[in-house]
């Protein structure tokens, strides 16, 4: 169940260097390095020959030589050397995927290259205001397939339950969660009006009375998502629009599907509080840490039952709109990939005479 025709994340920027580096994309291994020029590049890791990771090779120049029996690659995945002969057969080579670097994050299109669109990459404003401090957090790795993972990052409902210490407390049980469906991101949404600052604002708001809090989550798709939460004081009867004159934080996750079983989580937050004050940074990487391991534990343990012999299907609440609609998508794109290439329906071709 994998969009291939997309940008997902290979990395943080700070992950590659000159050392040849295996990473696997949606079961693809790849092999990825900075080139002389400092342009990272997304080679199969795999030589044609006798299928050793070109990852357990090493790089002369720009190129990567084969660590078993020496056939050597450039960028552009072509072989350039066979050593014992001098002709190099026409099955020499290996695939090669477009790399963009923005915002020190390293993207990575797995689909077919003539579609691979640098519009289509994930950004977004705050990343380059000085209104705004971005901070990079870290990964999390998840045993959980990637769809259970983007479900909980679309889902609000979760958050008095997993994180009752630090994103959520009891005022937001009941709260009912708005869904919108109608854009190409997916979002899900719910104030909280009136009600204590839950501990991460208690921190960082510096709020003595009453808050009014909201969250937004959107879900970029295929696997993209923010969450934008924060506080105002109640007395401000902040607006919906308003919400920068609150306190006001997003948590990025950029979440690269490993395998069926396995999804890297790479966070960052970007806040308009406390921007010159590297101890908070910190401070919220520390609460954080606490909440994305409760998601999970969570998430781990779906991923074991889930390998169980399943007697009934899972039950869907009034919650689960954006899920839902969610994987709908998912399922839908995959099906379009598998079958545009096809061309049109093959049409009739028995005639029936009255
Ligand atoms: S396995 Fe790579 S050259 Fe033989
Ligand atoms: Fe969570």
Not at 156 to 167: I, K, R
Not at 253 to 271: A, G, S
Request: proline fraction near 5%; glycine fraction near 6%.
């Amino acid at each position: 169940m994998y969009i291939k025709n997309a940008w997902y994340v290979a990395g943080w920027a700070n992950e590659f260097g000159e050392a040849l580096n295996r990473v696997v994309i949606l079961e693809q291994p790849l092999v990825m390095y900075r080139k002389s020029d400092d342009k990272v590049v997304a080679l199969e890791d795999r030589c044609p020959h006798r299928l050793l990771p070109l990852s357990k090779g090493k790089r002369i120049g720009d190129d990567v030589q084969c660590g078993y029996h020496g056939m050597t690659f450039n960028c552009e995945g072509a072989c350039i050397r066979v050593p014992g002969q001098d002709n190099v057969p026409s099955s020499a080579y290996v695939c090669t995927f477009p790399v963009v670097e923005k915002n020190n994050i390293v993207f990575i299109w797995m689909g077919e290259k003539s579609k691979a669109d640098e519009k289509l990459i994930f950004d977004m404003p705050e990343f380059n205001s000085n209104l705004w401090h971005v901070h990079q957090g870290d990964a999390l790795h998840l045993k959980a397939n990637y769809l259970n993972v983007a479900e909980n990052l679309v889902d609000p409902a979760h958050v008095s339950f997993v994180h009752p210490t630090t994103l959520g407390n009891a005022a937001s049980e009941n709260v009912p969660v708005h869904v919108d469906t109608q854009g190409d991101v997916l979002v899900a949404w719910r104030w909280i009006r009136d009600a204590e600052p839950v501990g991460f604002f208690q921190k960082f708001g510096g709020f003595e009375g009453n808050v009014d809090r909201w969250h937004y989550y959107y879900l970029h798709l295929p696997s993209i998502a923010v969450i934008d939460f924060g506080s105002a004081d109640t007395q401000l009867n902040l607006d919906e629009a308003d919400r920068d004159k609150g306190v006001r934080i997003f948590a990025l996750h950029f979440l690269t599907p490993v395998n069926e079983h396995y999804t890297i989580d790479r966070w960052l937050h970007i806040r308009n509080t406390a921007i010159d004050d590297e101890a908070a940074s910190a401070q919220m990487d520390a609460m954080f840490r606490i909440a994305f391991n409760e998601d999970k534990e969570i998430l781990e343990a779906i991923d074991e039952q889930e390998h169980l012999p399943q007697t009934r299907k899972p039950i869907r609440l009034a919650i689960d709109k954006g899920p839902t609609v969610y994987r709908r998508r998912i399922r839908d794109r995959v099906e379009l990939e598998t079958t545009e290439d096809l061309g049109e329906p093959v049409g009739s071709t028995f005639f029936h005479h009255e």
